[in-house]
Structures are given as C-alpha cells and as structure tokens.
C-alpha cells in the first residue's frame, strides 16, 4: 500500500494541478465572453510583430474612455518558402474562416507591408467590450473555441493520472 502511494503520488500531484489550471483557463475565457456584450466601433492604429506573427492593435472608445486591444488569432500558421531569386516576401498573408491567420514567409519577410495590406490604418472593425470594465474585450470577433494552452494542460493532467492510476493497479496484482 505504502509502494503504491510513493509511486503514485508524483503522477497525481503534477496531474491534477495541470487539470485545474486548465479548467481555470477555460472558465476565465467563459466568463469573458459571457461579460463583453457590448459592441463598439474600433479602428486599426498600429501592429504588433513577433513570432512570426503580426496583429492589428485596434484603438476604441468607451465609456468616454480610449483603450487598445491586439486582435488575436486562433492560430497562425506560416508557410515559408526560400529562394534564391526570390528572397523577400510580403504577401499572400489571409485570415481563414476558422479564424487562422496564415502567413507567407521568406528569407527576408516585411511583416510592415504584410499587415498594411490586411489590415490598413484606420480599417474600422467591431469591438466586444464588457460595460463594467472596457478594457475587456475582444477585437473583430468573439472566440467559439476553447483556448489551446488549456487543451494542452488538460491532457497532460489527464495522461498523468491515467499513469497514476495504472501504477496503482499494477502494484496492487504485484
């Protein structure tokens, strides 16, 4: 019994942690979309870079306020093809359906240019702000996905207890 508990135990404490900072995640994203149900007019005023990723920073009032948001994704990917004859790229950059920005990349890559063409200062796009504290918001859309990190916490968890659990029915027919 005591064998069972000390080869367990490490597999239940990183599990379960990892499992509540996943359902957290997933409750504070609710929650959020559940408050931001007002709508405003923002407008692109600057990008942000890094990452292979560029994201319009939309300006927006409220309240008699001004706040900025970064518009996020659900994902980003980048496809990069280098060429010799061709070393720089910057465009055939698009958002898809599913809210994934896709980026063309190159040797030399002008992220300035790739969000200018997508996004163009002063482009008008809603806003989603929660009336009680506007800086809560979402920018353009609001997501209907649950956010990849928690995803990621929550099957790691689960993996740790099954391990947990599986040790502690071995050890018990040993």
Same mark, same amino acid.
């Given at each position: 019994?005591?064998?069972?508990?000390?080869?367990? $135990?490490?597999?239940?404490? /990183?599990?379960?942690?990892?499992?509540?900072?996943?359902?957290?995640?997933?409750?504070?994203?609710?929650? =959020?979309?559940?408050?931001?149900?007002?709508?405003? &007019?923002?407008?692109?005023? !600057?990008?942000?870079? +890094?990452?292979?990723?560029?994201?319009?920073?939309?300006?927006?009032?409220?309240?008699?306020?001004?706040?900025?948001? #970064?518009? =996020?994704?659900? +994902?980003?990917?980048?496809? &990069?093809?280098?060429?010799?004859?061709?070393?720089?790229? !910057? %465009?055939?950059?698009?958002?898809?359906? =599913? !809210?994934?920005?896709?980026? =063309?990349? +190159?040797?030399? /890559?002008?992220?300035?240019?790739?969000? *200018?063409?997508?996004?163009?200062?002063?482009?008008?796009?809603?806003?989603?702000?929660?009336? *009680?504290? @506007? %800086?809560?918001?979402?920018?353009?859309?609001? @997501?209907?996905? /649950? @956010?990849?990190?928690?995803?990621?916490?929550?099957?790691?968890?689960?993996? *740790?207890?099954? $391990?947990?659990?599986?040790?502690?029915?071995?050890? #018990?027919?040993?």
């Amino acid at each position: 019994m005591q064998t069972t508990i000390v080869m367990t $135990a490490p597999f239940i404490l /990183t599990g379960l942690p990892l499992i509540i900072v996943g359902l957290v995640i997933i409750a504070h994203q609710r929650n =959020k979309i559940q408050r931001c149900v007002a709508v405003t &007019t923002g407008w692109v005023v !600057d990008y942000k870079y +890094g990452n292979d990723c560029v994201c319009p920073i939309l300006g927006y009032q409220a309240n008699g306020r001004n706040y900025k948001i #970064t518009r =996020k994704f659900r +994902g980003i990917i980048t496809t &990069t093809k280098i060429t010799p004859t061709n070393p720089y790229v !910057d %465009s055939g950059a698009y958002v898809s359906d =599913k !809210d994934v920005l896709h980026l =063309k990349a +190159g040797m030399v /890559t002008n992220y300035r240019a790739v969000a *200018e063409r997508l996004w163009p200062k002063g482009t008008a796009m809603p806003v989603y702000y929660d009336p *009680e504290n @506007p %800086s809560r918001a979402f920018a353009q859309r609001i @997501p209907n996905y /649950t @956010p990849i990190l928690a995803i990621i916490l929550l099957a790691i968890g689960a993996v *740790e207890l099954a $391990a947990a659990f599986a040790i502690g029915i071995a050890l #018990t027919f040993l």
